[in-house]
């Protein structure tokens, strides 16, 4: 039974449930909202782990975009190292599927008492579901292998969380939910055509790096953690910019290069040129032998060493959303053909309870 492959195709109407419960009056609560920070907070932290972690990056560059300060923090470091940046003034947003992984657990039961909690989460009789002064339900329904359903549950609820925070309404997010579903739609019902290419393009290199900037980190960091989880795969994310400086230098033609290159308009002066960044990053791995998987709303035009995937323009920076579940499919298959069980963990655990 095909567990992993049942939970990607379930992801539209996932998202579609979280849509309709966040677009409900009161499901985030104006008042409780501005409690938990004393009105507006001075810094929005997100903190989790994984999964829970990467879905972040595009609430937070809302945020940012709108002069607010925003960070993402591992628990786990948050926890052992940070604890004190904490304050009556910030607003902690905790994510976490199970509501019950040992660094939330821990970083729950040594908070400063004054420091209130917004909790994200797929269950809602969960220590950290609890704990919280805010509960924001998941909505992702029973998730039993790697985090999909929960990923795009979590990077959609986030954003809700984010325009509430920004007092912006959500109907440019829900209609951008709605264009998002649509397309994962449309690649589900294509995939036996779509993929195949880009299997053969990715084959089993020794090697992969997944590069993007801004919101579209979380593509990297989740597409990375796919390959590692369901494919077994050497995969490292990281800012395209670092690439450069330094990581650049064991550029091999037996590597694979997974770059996210959206027209984000989060931040819209720097959204074209940031693409252009990216498609120049891509032009130069391939220009030196390296071979890319380019994720992109546009087209370079040599693509000579350079397998295209072309994906159309997502408002809000969520392309996560429709460009992660590529990654999931490509992992997906790349296990099948290793004789993997897809999404079946062999050392970890769905809810991590040991550091």
Not at 28 to 34: C, F, G, R, T
Not at 86 to 104: C, M
Not at 233 to 239: F, G, K, R, V
Request: glycine share 6%; proline share 6%; net charge negative.
């Amino acid at each position: 039974m095909d567990q992993l492959r049942d939970e990607i195709w379930q992801q539209p109407a996932t998202l579609a449930a979280v849509r309709k419960y966040y677009t409900s009056p009161g499901a985030i609560p104006e008042k409780a909202l501005a409690e938990l920070a004393g009105g507006a907070p001075a810094a929005v932290i997100f903190t989790g782990m994984g999964a829970s972690l990467h879905a972040a990056y595009p609430a937070r560059a809302y945020l940012t975009a709108h002069g607010i300060h925003a960070l993402i923090w591992e628990a786990a470091e948050l926890l052992h190292h940070h604890l004190n940046v904490l304050r009556r003034e910030t607003l902690l947003v905790a994510v976490s599927q199970s509501g019950e992984t040992i660094e939330i657990t821990e970083l729950l039961e040594h908070l400063p008492a004054e420091v209130r909690v917004a909790a994200v989460t797929n269950v809602e009789r969960s220590t950290l579901a609890r704990r919280a002064q805010l509960l924001l339900p998941m909505m992702a329904g029973s998730q039993s292998t790697v985090s999909t359903k929960t990923y795009m549950s979590s990077v959609a609820v986030l954003m809700y969380l984010a325009l509430a925070v920004a007092h912006e309404p959500h109907r440019p997010l829900t209609e951008a939910l709605m264009q998002a579903i649509d397309a994962q739609e449309r690649i589900l019902d294509r995939h036996g055509t779509l993929l195949p290419a880009a299997l053969a393009f990715f084959d089993d290199p020794p090697y992969v790096a997944l590069l993007s900037r801004g919101p579209d980190l979380a593509s990297a960091y989740q597409g990375s953690l796919m390959l590692k989880e369901v494919a077994r795969m050497a995969a490292e994310p990281m800012s395209a910019a670092q690439f450069r400086h330094g990581p650049i230098e064991i550029l091999n033609p037996a590597h694979r290069y997974v770059i996210f290159a959206r027209a984000n308009e989060t931040q819209p002066r720097a959204a074209a040129n940031t693409q252009k960044l990216l498609l120049n990053l891509a032009e130069d791995i391939r220009s030196h032998g390296g071979r890319v998987l380019l994720i992109s709303d546009a087209s370079p035009e040599d693509l000579l060493n350079i397998h295209l995937i072309p994906v159309e323009p997502i408002r809000l920076g969520l392309g996560t959303l429709v460009d992660t579940l590529h990654l999931q499919l490509l992992a997906r298959d790349l296990a099948l053909r290793k004789g993997f069980e897809p999404g079946k963990f062999w050392i970890a655990e769905n809810v991590t309870r040991k550091e």
